[in-house]
């Protein structure tokens, strides 16, 4: 058991940016609205998979809507507290933690902000271990916890309650047709589960990640040593390529930021081209025409000075950038998860990635 | 207290198309939906309004969606139905008796379905007394019923709650939404209220009436004498025009149906000519360019035959139809109701009807 400093804060957000690969919504103003809490007082505790009580209720919430809406239409700052009570008060249950849905961008602070109003501990864990774009996506409906009920708050008033749902496919998709009917972004709780469930579907200490990672990029910047290097000293991976941006194409479908951008090597990679696929999140790179690196793996862009993570809404033309890949956890990795999250559930005909080593 | 048997569902049907004004669905998938089930040996009970006991508990059926629609995705026969067992459970309370939202079109027989299934009386009376294409339009919301808790349910076996909603009009935009992603159909169950609160908001003896109409209508079939006449023998109006449409105008705007569609005069019309602009239901007649009849008041297009009501989505060349105009029922010609029915709700800037008599 842990509390979030500004500190904490301040590196989970980065860690938390990194793990976005390119989608999940900009953690920046959900970070000012979390500090803002802690210097009123508000406390946000950590608590691991381990400390909770097996028939504990666990709920996941969090923002849905297109990261670009979260940025012109501020948050109320109640939405997805008033979703967890919706669903509680539906249900007829108190929860005694929450948990992220999504530790990549922006829903890996909003939890901690549902917390700090709720004053109920914040699990260490996720239920996707980097961003993807869709509800099913998660780990806890992947692996069998119930996708209803479930409910939606806006920041006007309205509460909607899943009272049932055929599966997480229809929870997403009439969820993010409220959301849009909302203007957009809306708050969730999701999830129902007992602690018991949360264990067995979650992926672990990914906060922890979060933040080990923000730490380490954080500090090589003081030191002045190289902080895109020092993100792989705190997991597995490798860099897959250096160089700079010299091209982006972009095009909107179905409420998706997809397109490709292109780099042109530098250094090692002088002479070599490397093209990312991006739907929201990185999902492909080809080096040279040759499939180098594939979802759920984690394509990650970082500015190759000071490791910012460059998300695929604002990449341009000249950003001199280092591309990193991280291996996927474990639990996407299973036939189960990459029939939902592996290139094929994205449209593209390759094999996933040879491994599932986790970090 | 009586029972609907086959010869009131034949009749109410045609009332009820007339009623609906050009919009509201055609009740024929329905009827043929009740009369089955009244071949298996359901019953359909009415109850007057006064019968019921103050602090029994009434709701709303129906179903949401185009018309157009309901004509390809046939209902599987229990989505209005779920919604209310939802919506029950949601609350935590039965509902004594069920009462249609709205009179005219395919919505006058849907709760006659529910009725049936749950073994619930159904009330003489609903929420708009003619058609109109829009959840905050029904009485019992204009008169203050709150528009929470409702629920909404597909044939697929999802079921959503509203658990707060600001107002009817995100109630209204929240559903369709919703009914959108479902499919574009979706059965609804909405304004929980008790008896007292039905009695002072809902419009009384529709059910009758529209069995009154279609009682009139069949009988001078049968009779020879003039059906169109007939229903002014059971119903306040007038005679507003007859002739020959001779053209028809659409446009599809924010799903709905809208258009023109122009009469050339025949008979003691003989020489003008009369265009109704429409938008799902007939709003605003002209004469020869003077405003002659407009919403809330119901404009009727009949087939001059038969007097079969001729929904706005199958107006075509060549129909000999006589128009009748029916005043609106006192419930719709308030300030209060005006503001949200009036001709100006619809984007018309004329004067609403000069009258509050009803019929």
Same mark, same amino acid.
């Given at each position: 058991?842990?509390? %979030? ?8 957000? %980065? ?35 381990? =400390? ?7 709920? #996941? ?17 109640? =939405? #997805? ?46 239920? %996707? ?18 996708? #209803? ?46 602690? =018991? ?5 979650? /992926? ?8 080990? /990672? ?11 040593? *190289? ?19 010299? *091209? ?23 002479? #070599? ?25 984690? %394509? ?60």
């Amino acid at each position: 058991m842990w509390e %979030i400093d500004l500190e904490a804060l301040e590196s989970i957000a %980065i860690g938390a940016g990194i793990l976005g690969t390119g989608g999940g919504g900009n953690p920046y103003i959900g970070k000012l609205r979390a500090k803002r809490l802690l210097e009123q007082g508000r406390r946000v505790t950590i608590v691991d998979p381990a =400390e909770l009580p097996d028939d504990a209720y666990v709920v #996941s919430v969090g923002g849905m809507g297109a990261p670009t809406v979260g940025i012109e239409k501020i948050e109320k700052g109640d =939405e #997805s507290y008033r979703a967890l009570r919706a669903l509680e008060r539906h249900a007829g249950v108190r929860a005694a933690a929450v948990i992220s849905g999504e530790i990549g961008g922006a829903n890996c602070i909003e939890p901690m902000i549902v917390a700090a109003l709720a004053e109920l501990p914040l699990v260490d864990a996720d239920g %996707i271990g980097r961003a993807f774009p869709e509800l099913q996506m998660v780990t806890f409906f992947i692996y069998g916890v119930s996708p #209803s009920p479930a409910a939606l708050a806006d920041e006007k008033g309205n509460e909607v309650v899943f009272d049932r749902v055929l599966d997480s496919f229809w929870l997403e998709r009439i969820a993010r047709g409220i959301t849009s009917e909302m203007g957009g972004a809306a708050g969730y709780a999701f999830a129902l589960m007992r602690a =018991e469930e949360m264990r067995r579907t979650a /992926i672990p200490h990914t906060l922890s990640l979060a933040r080990r /990672i923000g730490d380490a990029v954080r500090e090589a910047r003081r030191a002045r040593r *190289d902080p895109v290097l020092a993100v792989l000293d705190t997991t597995p991976g490798r860099v897959l390529f250096e160089g700079k941006i010299v *091209d982006v194409l972009r095009w909107t479908t179905r409420g998706f930021a997809r397109g490709t951008v292109t780099l042109a090597g530098s250094g090692p990679d002088q002479g #070599s081209q490397l093209v990312i696929d991006f739907q929201n999140e990185n999902l492909v790179a080809r080096r040279d025409g040759e499939v180098v690196a594939v979802v759920p793996d984690l %394509i990650c862009i970082l500015d190759t000075v000071d490791a910012q993570p460059i998300t695929t809404e604002v990449l341009r033309y000249g950003f001199r950038v280092r591309v990193l890949v991280l291996p996927a956890p474990p639990q996407l990795c299973t036939p189960e998860a990459l029939r939902v999250v592996g290139p094929r559930a994205f449209g593209y005909d390759v094999e996933p990635p040879g491994h599932t080593s986790g970090r």
